[in-house]
C-alpha cells in the first residue's frame, strides 16, 4: 500500500482533506460514543437511591421488631395487631421500588457501558443480567407490576365493608389482579420458548 508521502504531488493534495476530515470524524465519533457515559447520571443515583430504600425498608422492620418485643415483653405498649401487617406490606413495598432501583441501574449500566464480568457466570435469566432494552423493560414491570399488587394489598388491609357491594367490588379487583398475574405469567412462557 502506498502511503501518501509516496504518492506524486497532485495525489497527495487530495489526500490531505481527506485525512483532515476522517480525523475530525473520528474525533466525533469517539465523542458521540464516549457520550454513552451520560447514562452514569441515571445509574449512579439509581443505585443510591436502592441503597437508601434497602436502609429505610430494614429501619422498618427492626422498628416493627422492637415494638413487638416491647408489646409482647414489656407491656404497657399501643396494642400492635392493627398496624403489624400495613408496617410489614409498607416495608416489602419499600424493598420492590428498591430492587426496581437496583435493576434499573445495573441493567443501564450493562447495556449502555459496559458487560459486568461476575454476571456471566449467572443464568441468563437472573433478573440483573439483562441482554436488550427490551428484557429490561419487562423485568423491570413485572417488579413494578408485584410492587402494585402489594400496594393494592395494603389497601385492601385498611378496608373497612360499608356494603355488600363494597365486598363484591374487592373480589372483582382481586378476580382482575389474578387474571393479569396469570396473562403475565402466560406471556413470560411464551417469550421464553
Known amino acids: 500500500m502506498t502511503s501518501p508521502s509516496n504518492l506524486p504531488p497532485e495525489r497527495q493534495a487530495e489526500s490531505r482533506p481527506h485525512d483532515k476530515s476522517g480525523r475530525y470524524e473520528r474525533a466525533f465519533e469517539r465523542f458521540l460514543w464516549n457520550s454513552r457515559l451520560l447514562v452514569m447520571l441515571a445509574v449512579v443515583p439509581s443505585l443510591l437511591g436502592s441503597l437508601v430504600l434497602f436502609i429505610i425498608g430494614t429501619l422498618d422492620i427492626l422498628k416493627l421488631a422492637v415494638d413487638a418485643g416491647a408489646y409482647y ?29 437496583l435493576i434499573f441501574g445495573l441493567g443501564v449500566y450493562r447495556l449502555f457501558v459496559s458487560p459486568i464480568e461476575p454476571a456471566g457466570s449467572h443464568p441468563a435469566s437472573h433478573p440483573f443480567n439483562v441482554a436488550s432494552f427490551d428484557e429490561l423493560k419487562d423485568k423491570i414491570a413485572r417488579v413494578v407490576i408485584l410492587a402494585v399488587i402489594i400496594e393494592f394489598f395494603r389497601a385492601v388491609v385498611d378496608i373497612r365493608f360499608q356494603t355488600p357491594l363494597d365486598a363484591i367490588y374487592l373480589a372483582l379487583s382481586v378476580l382482575a389482579l389474578a387474571a393479569a398475574l396469570y396473562l403475565m405469567s402466560r406471556a413470560h412462557k411464551h417469550h421464553r420458548e
Do not use: N, R
Open 73 to 101: 415483653l414489656v407491656g404497657g405498649q399501643p396494642d400492635i395487631h392493627e398496624t403489624v401487617v400495613p408496617s410489614v406490606v409498607m416495608a416489602v413495598d419499600i424493598y420492590l421500588v428498591a430492587i426496581v432501583l
